[in-house]
């Protein structure tokens, strides 16, 4: 009965440690994986971030925008680059196309602070309203460029700093008008759309 239990035993033995040094090495690959930093072929990387994660991405190469991203990423804030924005603090989720497509998606986030999301419209400046139906607010993107510009006040209803919503527009960014700094982790999954009009 002896010489039966250690016949068992050996084999269970060496079945444990070939499983703990498995599921090591799975651990060791997924961390690995994990702290890759993944591009966007085509996106801009974005200032101030930790644990860049793009979980997918499609672009037809040569180094123009992808069309499709799915992106999750921790960032903080800096300084608005838009003239005039300087007191401003920003983290640009999804950077601005200027190929005749716009984003059409969902963004996901938890902030530090309450934040307004920004979603940047190309502005064709060749309309010029009257006082009676005033302009959109808009800023200077590039000589000759502007830009209308939504700014979303959100409000998740609870005591965190969160939301979701879904966009449609040539970028998208987390903002405080106030100028404070502050820290934001965000889903975001968009789709690049041709203008149908």
């Known amino acids: 009965m002896i010489s039966t239990m250690?016949?068992?035993?050996?084999?269970?033995?060496?079945?444990?440690a070939l499983t703990a040094l498995m599921a090591l090495l799975a651990i060791s690959i997924t961390a690995s994986a994990l702290t890759a930093s993944a591009q966007v072929p085509g996106v801009t990387p974005q200032q101030g971030g930790t644990d860049d994660q793009s979980a997918s991405q499609t672009s037809s190469g040569g180094g123009e925008q992808a069309d499709a991203v799915t992106i999750q990423k921790t960032a903080e804030s800096t300084v608005d680059p838009l003239p005039g924005h300087s007191a401003h603090q920003l983290v640009m989720a999804l950077p601005p196309r200027d190929d005749g497509k716009v984003w059409v998606g969902t963004v996901t986030w938890s902030a530090s602070k309450p934040v307004e999301v920004v979603v940047l419209h190309?502005?064709?400046?060749?309309?010029?309203p009257d006082s009676g139906h005033g302009s959109p607010l808009t800023a200077p993107m590039a000589p000759g460029k502007e830009v209308a510009i939504s700014l979303v006040k959100t409000n998740s209803g609870t005591p965190v700093a969160s939301g979701s919503m879904r966009f449609v527009g040539n970028a998208v960014a987390f903002h405080?008008?106030?100028?404070?700094?502050?820290?934001v982790t965000y889903s975001l999954d968009a789709m690049a759309k041709p203008l149908s009009q």
Not at 176 to 183: V, Y
Request: hydrophobic share 35%; charged share 15%; net charge positive.
């Open 6 to 16: 250690k016949r068992q035993s050996i084999p269970t033995l060496s079945i444990v």
């Open 122 to 128: 190309g502005f064709n400046s060749t309309v010029k």
């Open 176 to 183: 405080t008008l106030s100028g404070a700094k502050f820290t």
